[in-house]
């Protein structure tokens, strides 16, 4: 199983970050979201870390989630995947999926 956040810009003051997230099958994400370039971190990005991150702000990134055991030849280690450059309604768009409202 993978999970893909989409994430806002920023933290809140209690270092949360602010994610919507859905769970899908590896095999699906792998073989749709594989072929975008991405950058991958052993611990959850916070990405623009200085912005205050806010309800009212859109979601900007996306994000997924490997678990170990769960990798495949597209996401081969466990760890997060910051999509470089995949917008949040696009990646709902290609893996089909509506993201949980806030």
Same mark, same amino acid.
Request: glycine share 6%.
């Given at each position: 199983?993978?999970?893909?956040?989409?994430?806002?810009?920023?933290?809140?003051?209690?270092?949360?970050?602010?994610?919507?997230?859905?769970?899908?099958?590896?095999?699906? /994400?792998?073989?749709?979201?594989?072929?975008?370039?991405?950058?991958?971190?052993?611990?959850?990005?916070?990405?623009?870390?200085?912005?205050?991150?806010?309800?009212?702000?859109?979601?900007?990134?996306?994000? /997924?989630?490997?678990?170990?055991?769960?990798?495949?030849?597209?996401?081969?280690?466990?760890? &997060? &995947? &910051?999509?470089?450059?995949?917008?949040?309604?696009?990646?709902?768009?290609?893996?089909?999926?509506?993201?949980?409202?806030?």
């Amino acid at each position: 199983m993978a999970t893909v956040h989409l994430v806002k810009d920023g933290r809140r003051s209690n270092g949360d970050r602010i994610t919507k997230s859905v769970d899908l099958s590896t095999s699906v /994400v792998a073989e749709r979201l594989g072929h975008f370039e991405n950058r991958r971190t052993e611990k959850p990005p916070t990405i623009n870390p200085d912005v205050a991150a806010s309800d009212w702000a859109e979601y900007k990134h996306v994000v /997924v989630e490997i678990c170990a055991g769960d990798e495949a030849p597209q996401f081969s280690a466990p760890g &997060y &995947y &910051y999509i470089i450059g995949l917008a949040p309604a696009e990646c709902a768009r290609i893996l089909g999926v509506s993201f949980p409202a806030v």
